[in-house]
């Protein structure tokens, strides 16, 4: 049994390493009170232990009682050099620590809560290079750690590494004995579980699954860490509790210094110096970032990432990172720099360059293992340079794999089994259902469409497949690897995030041809679904909108209208935020048409779509200034016919008079004014449409979105017609091509994007027929593409009557077949065609091509041999 002086000794030890009430001392009075003593009596004991050496005292009044300072292990160097914050925000939460490693006897368990992102990892492999330093582990001592949330859905496997029931010498409890085991998200174990883990808190022994055998691993430190939420449910099992605080509630100092540590290693990974200018820290300071310290790393990590890929070709240069290179978000936090203008330049001073060397040395003493991000940039710049891919494209193809890359960084992320995997698991290897798993819920955020299960199924399939494929024979050639790395960015980046999963699992590198393969399935799921516009409503009052999309959805059994409600007492800015995720979540890449009662959500419509770049079509319904002005006058007349009439003759000039802007042209041309001009003038000469037309010859970007800026506050824009398709704020585009090689009285039609029909022939029988069989080519989109393709042809070839509409269902067949993937011998001397032919396979092929990248097919050079043969009636 204790004795009483015992007892007060190890009260004062816990009240001054934990509370930091008693940070300078604790009083006899206190120590009293608690033991319900004489305070003479506990005097008497103090002054003991102060001769013991075990206290000390100061000669203050009241007099203060405190540890020896070797006692609390400030001389320790660790923390100090490892965390930043140790004397500001981190500093209750370190000395907590520091008392629960130093407890004599026994080292205390931890509980660590905070929020996803605050430096958990970090904070804890900290502590147990500290408890080495001071001696509590030994030099040898392990350290493990498991993420409960990386085990979510294989809960039996967490069971086994953690606890291995069966064989509990196995269990990680053992293995840590001596040293620190680190539980991270505590709060996803299973019920069983976490009656195994309060059964070890409270006696330290770990039974096996029948309780026939046990093992003492008291020797073992835990440290728990869960979220705020499951702070209820640990903390009061735990008797060291520690609250470490998110990126916000730390002072802009610290923050500082995070962001010159982190930028300091990127610039030792990539082996460059870093340039950044102020602007770039300070909105980086400024910045709250939903994921705290780990949103910061990442959001630094990929803007030196983005900016790296720009100096790939010049291995003297500096990295050079932009305000561009930054999100959109941090971007705007500059909006808030004049609040802390005087703060801000406390801590950057006049300074306008900051240069981070790629030599300094630094600490990382981060325990998660993650790969060379500057390595694989490295190796990808290399590989695809070896192929004959032009740099332009290396660079955006890196930037979107970059992208996409740290937009799936998710603390919370946790992907949904949306696929029966039962019956798949017997024939797939489990850790490829999941890498594939997580890779579609990457397409689904990064494509912006739904992934078909038949893509997810095969893929599963063709990963399987490559654990025991010889992969050092080529199965696709270089142009079609060219092909895909160039059109198809976004798949090619996705693919290569699937390789680099499968060689971390596996132990296995894919070769390009192996990605490019990868990629052909989500390019595949693509071209099987065909983008439509879509209608929104949008209407003032509660339920308007929703109401008439409801009931158009059901009377057309479309389901491709939507409908947003604008409630009177709504603010505009919240109104446009919304407005514009729902623009972007229902658009299907072919635009959308909306359907609005007053002016001022034209106004945000115009916004969004400059912001965005999605096309959006308005018509103008003013039922809501309509109900407006009948209810006023019925309040005010009398006479019903009156009250109708001049409604009706008010509401048509209302329609006419609703946009007064009129409505132009803007010609383009790279080359100079003229061709611009000459191009405005053919459009004068035959248009009847009543269009102004302006010319416009400029090459410079910025340039030219400044002069449709001006002009759009004066004219509706209707079109771009020009050599080039500037992609501005979703102006349609025609192509000069289009407007001259069709005759001059069709350029209304082309400017009002009507499908031009051949020049000889009407399709229409074709068409009709065509829609009855065909099941993946949208028939509409041939319509406009196709005859223009077959006239081309006419023109080179002198085809007659029959040989073209022959040649129009040849091709159309072909271009179905291809979508479904059906390829056949079209044509038995394919070879001798193309040696003969040599100058019809260049022409015919370049002529196709409009169609290849409008239906994103390849179309072979057997089946270009075919059209051969049908073109020199051979």
Request: with cysteine.
């Amino acid at each position: 049994m204790k004795t009483t002086k015992e007892s007060v000794f190890e009260f004062v030890q816990k009240q001054l390493m934990t509370n930091m009430d008693f940070k300078d001392g604790i009083s006899t009075k206190v120590i009293a009170e608690y033991f319900q003593l004489q305070r003479s009596n506990v005097s008497t004991l103090l002054n003991e232990l102060v001769k013991d050496n075990r206290l000390e005292k100061t000669n203050t009044m009241p007099v203060l009682y405190y540890l020896p300072q070797k006692e609390v292990g400030n001389e320790l160097n660790t923390v100090g050099k490892a965390m930043i914050g140790t004397d500001g925000s981190l500093a209750k939460a370190l000395q907590v620590a520091k008392a629960a490693i130093l407890y004599p006897n026994n080292s205390l368990n931890v509980l660590v809560t905070a929020k996803p992102g605050s430096g958990t990892t970090h904070f804890v492999y900290t502590l147990y290079l500290y408890g080495k330093e001071a001696g509590v582990f030994s030099e040898c001592a392990p350290f493990y750690k498991i993420n409960c949330r990386h085990y979510k859905n294989n809960i039996e496997e967490l069971d086994e590494k953690l606890f291995s029931p069966k064989n509990i010498e196995d269990s990680l409890f053992a293995k840590s004995r001596g040293g620190m085991l680190f539980i991270d998200n505590v709060e996803l174990l299973n019920s069983t579980e976490k009656s195994r883990l309060s059964e070890f808190l409270e006696s330290g022994l770990l039974f096996n699954e029948d309780r026939t055998d046990f093992i003492d691993a008291n020797s073992t430190f835990l440290v728990l860490s869960c979220g705020p939420n499951g702070y209820n449910e640990f903390s009061q099992r735990m008797s060291m509790v520690i609250q470490l605080p998110d990126l916000a509630s730390r002072p802009l100092s610290e923050k500082l210094a995070l962001i010159n540590y982190f930028f300091t290693i990127e610039a030792n990974n990539a082996k460059k110096n870093i340039e950044v200018k102020r602007e770039i820290l300070v909105a980086l300071l400024l910045t709250d970032f939903p994921l705290n310290v780990k949103g910061l790393e990442m959001e630094i990590k990929r803007a030196s990432a983005t900016a790296c890929v720009r100096v790939m070709d010049d291995p003297n240069s500096n990295i050079e990172v932009t305000i561009s290179d930054l999100n959109n978000e941090v971007q705007k936090s500059l909006i808030r720099s004049r609040t802390q203008s005087t703060e801000i330049f406390d801590l950057l001073g006049s300074q306008m360059l900051f240069i981070y060397d790629c030599n300094e040395q630094y600490q990382s003493i981060t325990y998660d293992d993650s790969h060379d991000l500057y390595a694989e940039i490295r190796s990808q710049y290399t590989e695809l340079s070896k192929r004959g891919i032009n740099t332009e494209t290396i660079h955006n193809i890196i930037n979107s794999h970059v992208n996409t890359l740290f937009k799936r960084y998710n603390y919370y992320r946790s992907f949904n089994d949306e696929y029966d995997t039962e019956q798949l698991s017997k024939i797939v290897d489990p850790k490829i259902i999941h890498m594939v798993t997580k890779i579609m819920g990457t397409c689904k955020n990064e494509l912006q469409r739904e992934i078909q299960p038949q893509v997810f199924y095969g893929l599963c399939l063709h990963m399987n497949s490559l654990l025991t494929l010889q992969l050092n024979q080529s199965r696709v050639d270089d142009d079609q690897i060219v092909h895909i790395v160039q059109e198809y960015p976004k798949e090619y980046g996705i693919s290569i995030q699937l390789g680099q999963m499968f060689k971390d699992t596996f132990n296995i590198e894919l070769p390009i041809e192996e990605i490019v393969i990868i990629a052909m399935f989500l390019i595949k799921d693509e071209e099987d679904t065909e983008g439509h516009p879509v209608l929104l409503y949008i209407f003032h009052g509660k339920g308007v909108a929703t109401s008439l999309c409801d009931v158009t959805n059901t009377l057309t059994h479309t389901n491709n209208v939507y409908a947003y409600d604008l409630c009177l007492e709504k603010d505009s800015t919240t109104a446009l935020q919304e407005i514009k995720t729902l623009v972007q979540r229902i658009d299907n890449g072919q635009g959308i048409i909306v359907i609005y009662d007053m002016g001022s959500i034209k106004t945000m419509l115009d916004t969004i779509s400059e912001e965005t770049d999605i096309k959006i079509r308005y018509i103008y319904f003013p039922i809501t200034l309509l109900g407006l002005d009948v209810a006023r006058k019925c309040s005010q007349e009398i006479d019903l016919e009156y009250v109708y009439h001049t409604t009706m003759r008010e509401m048509k000039t209302m329609l006419q008079m609703n946009d007064s802007r009129k409505e132009i042209i803007i010609t383009l041309c790279h080359t100079g004014e003229g061709g611009a001009f000459q191009l405005k003038q053919y459009i004068d000469q035959y248009s009847n449409l009543g269009f102004k037309t302006i010319p416009l010859a400029i090459s410079k970007r910025d340039e030219l979105i400044s002069q449709v800026m001006a002009l759009k506050k004066i004219y509706r824009i209707h079109c771009f017609v020009g050599t080039y398709d500037p992609k501005l704020m979703g102006i349609p585009f025609v192509s000069m091509t289009k407007v001259f090689e069709n005759k001059p009285e069709a350029i209304d039609k082309i400017l009002m994007f009507e499908p031009i029909q051949s020049k000889q022939l009407d399709y229409s029988a074709v068409y009709s027929f065509l829609e009855e069989q065909f099941k993946c080519i949208s028939v509409s989109k041939l319509k406009s593409i196709l005859p223009s393709i077959i006239d081309e042809l006419e023109i080179i070839y002198s085809l007659s009557a029959d040989q073209k509409v022959g040649l129009f269902v040849h091709i159309a067949c072909l271009l179905e077949n291809c979508k479904q993937g059906v390829c056949k011998q079209a044509c038995k001397d394919a070879d001798a065609i193309l040696e003969d032919y040599p100058e019809d396979f260049k022409v015919v092929s370049k002529v196709l091509k409009p169609l290849e990248k409008a239906f994103k097919v390849i179309i072979d050079d057997n089946q270009v041999a075919a059209i051969i043969m049908i073109l020199n009636k051979l």
